[in-house]
């Protein structure tokens, strides 16, 4: 096999732009399209080879140690990228066609963090320091990912568009395609001195503090996105967003039902009879309820604008409170006695059917059930 130096007329030692230059030459002289003749295709064929060899670092080092043993036209690593202008890609500007090469910095990703809240927390709202373990930004650095008083340089091999193009073989002739560049992995640059303290990449893993004022009403499952504080991108590229997803505990008394706090009033029997005046605590501060005379089991006590600030504003939810009157379970004889005296005096009703109760209270009950 024809030394792949010799076919392309260079030496040994010749620049990756040389060896460039010498292909661009012999191509525009045996390409199959201009030139027809067989000898100049099979010409053409070697060029070709050699130029894929010896543009490809990698495979030039091997060549010239003696490997490469690929069969002719095997084109170890080329891919069909599409099939190019062969025209254009050969004999037009060449640079000018190719894909710019692609930055390195990047946007981060985002970043998701879990908080627990009491109830109480949603009623108006709270604030929180959350703790967050992303990239920041290289103080070394500053994102530029090299040691500081230097920079990256351009590509030697795809001379900064972080391309490079290849001649793949195929049933319709040869095809140029263009692949980022594997030495400068499609940047254009590389860097010779990468900064020490990220390694090159612009960015360190860090433990920093986020303050969140969290609004009243937010619920469980709730994802609060707090734009730009996620983690820094590669190179120091615009930062991800931070998502606080919330998760709200179950209180022991009070529960909820959209902006409204649900509770239940246990009232005894001769308090429901007679009527009474209480002070329960709210998630909120002592709230005076007032019993009438007479509560069923089942009324509902409503104290407005107790519940919960909504999520997008406006007036606070109600606190419903449903009373359930307690029956006493131990009488004494005395104790006895009285009630059957009561239920002689009142004449009172034997039990009867009525409607089964789909009112509030039923939905209260059956929530502190569950
Ligand atoms: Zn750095
Ligand atoms: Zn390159």
């Known amino acids: 096999m024809a030394d792949h130096y010799e076919v392309l007329g260079v030496s040994r030692d010749a620049s990756p732009e040389e060896i460039k230059k010498a292909y661009?030459?012999?191509a525009r002289e045996l390409h199959p399209d201009v030139n027809p003749g067989a000898d100049a295709s099979e010409r053409f064929k070697l060029v070709t080879h050699a130029y894929d060899v010896l543009s490809?670092?990698?495979?030039?080092?091997?060549?010239?140690?003696?490997?490469?043993?690929?069969?002719?036209g095997g084109g170890a690593g080329a891919g069909f990228g599409g099939f190019g202008d062969i025209f254009e890609t050969f004999f037009g500007g060449g640079g000018a066609r190719t894909g710019r090469p692609r930055s390195r910095r990047e946007r981060g990703q985002d970043a998701l963090v879990r908080v627990t809240l009491?109830?109480?927390d949603v009623v108006f709202g709270t604030h929180r320091d959350i703790e967050v373990d992303?990239?920041?930004?290289?103080?070394?650095?500053?994102g530029s990912c090299c040691q500081p008083g230097t920079q990256p340089t351009t590509c030697d091999i795809c001379h900064g568009s972080g391309q490079v193009q290849r001649t793949v073989r195929s049933l319709l002739g040869n095809v140029v395609t263009s692949q980022p560049c594997t030495t400068c992995q499609g940047y254009g640059t590389t860097i010779p001195y990468p900064c020490a303290t990220c390694q090159g990449q612009g960015r360190v893993r860090a433990r920093r503090t986020v303050?969140?004022?969290?609004?009243?009403?937010v619920e469980t499952g709730l994802r609060l996105q707090l734009p730009g504080s996620g983690e820094v991108g590669p190179a120091?590229?615009?930062n991800g967003d931070l998502y606080l997803e919330v998760t709200v505990a179950n209180h022991e008394v009070f529960s909820r039902e959209g902006d409204d706090l649900l509770a239940t009033l246990e009232v005894s029997m001769p308090d429901?009879?007679?009527?009474?005046?209480?002070t329960i605590?709210?998630?909120d501060g002592d709230v005076d309820l007032e019993v009438r005379s007479g509560v069923q089991s089942g009324d509902v006590l409503t104290v407005k604008g107790r519940g919960i600030t909504p999520l997008r504003g406006g007036t606070r939810g109600d606190l419903r409170v449903g009373v359930q009157v307690v029956t006493p379970t131990k009488l004494d004889a005395k104790e006895r006695a009285l009630i059957e005296d009561f239920a002689k005096r009142t004449k009172a009703p034997a039990p009867r059917l009525a409607q089964f109760h789909q009112g509030m209270f039923s939905k209260l009950r059956d929530r502190f059930r569950g």
């Open 236 to 238: 120091g590229g615009p």
């Open 134 to 142: 992303t990239a920041v930004l290289c103080d070394t650095c500053q």
């Open 56 to 72: 490809d670092p990698e495979q030039r080092q091997r060549y010239d140690m003696g490997g490469d043993g690929s069969p002719f």
């Open 281 to 283: 605590s709210s998630l």
């Open 24 to 26: 661009r030459r012999l």
């Open 118 to 120: 009491d109830l109480a």
């Open 272 to 278: 429901a009879i007679l009527g009474t005046r209480t």
């Open 211 to 217: 303050s969140v004022d969290i609004p009243g009403g």
